[in-house]
């Protein structure tokens, strides 16, 4: 049986994405968990959070989750989903923290002077709502999915790849902004799948049946 992780650290809409994942792939076995073991147990592992990055990091540590949660980056299907993402980098702006260190790069804060939208209005930190993902680089996620679907995005950071081959898809809030990262069995999103209708169900069902 295929069975997925939805890692448990206190921060997070775990359960929406547990129901969006048993939606898709009705004969897996979902379970939301902080134990470790369970997490190095799964097929697959999905990091969800919300909320801000010092907050998700000494939870992550207090549950005893981080190494298992690296191990998972590096040896099956990982899909990881807002602070999901964030926390694969080496440092946030937001508190000044570490992240994981699993990918190059860094988390930054929308910069003021660039919220200007095309008919010169500001733009809102947190970007929240629906906005278009445009697709960098093929990729078996987003199988069947539109180039230029729109995403559910609620999120005042965003991630600076170090690395342009990460890139999966770039979102515009202001500025281009990368909102999916890709390395060999990682696949990360800024936005929301579990709320973002048929696109994010596509999106989970392909993670489901992946095979990197």
């Keep these: 049986m295929n069975t997925v992780a939805i890692v448990d650290y206190g921060m997070g809409n775990l359960r929406s994405v547990a129901k969006a994942i048993e939606h898709v792939a009705p004969q897996a076995r979902v379970r939301v968990t902080s134990d ?8 697959r592992v999905v990091v969800p959070g919300q909320g801000a990055m010092p907050d998700c990091m000494r939870e992550l ?3 005893g989750l981080r190494p298992a949660v690296i191990a998972a980056t ?17 440092s946030s702006e937001e508190g000044d923290v570490a992240g994981l260190g699993v990918l190059p790069g860094r988390v930054r804060r929308f910069p003021h002077e660039l919220m200007v939208g095309p008919d010169g209005g500001r733009l809102k930190v947190p970007h929240m709502g629906w906005n278009e993902v445009n697709r960098a680089e093929p990729h078996a996620l987003w199988e069947g999915i539109p180039d230029g679907s729109r995403f ?9 790849a170090g690395e342009p081959s990460l890139v999966a898809a770039f979102t515009v809030h202001g500025l281009p902004f990368t ?31 992946w095979k990197p």
């Design 152 to 160: 559910y995005f609620v999120h005042s950071y965003y991630v600076e």
């Design 74 to 90: 590096q040896s099956k299907p990982f899909l990881g989903i807002c602070i999901g993402l964030q926390m694969l980098f080496a």
């Design 61 to 63: 540590d207090a549950r």
């Design 36 to 43: 470790p073991a369970a997490v190095a147990a799964a097929d």
């Design 179 to 209: 909102c999916a990262v890709a390395q060999d069995n990682i696949f990360a999103v800024q936005f929301h799948p579990e709320k973002s209708a048929q696109s994010g169900l596509a999106l989970l069902g392909n993670f489901m049946r």
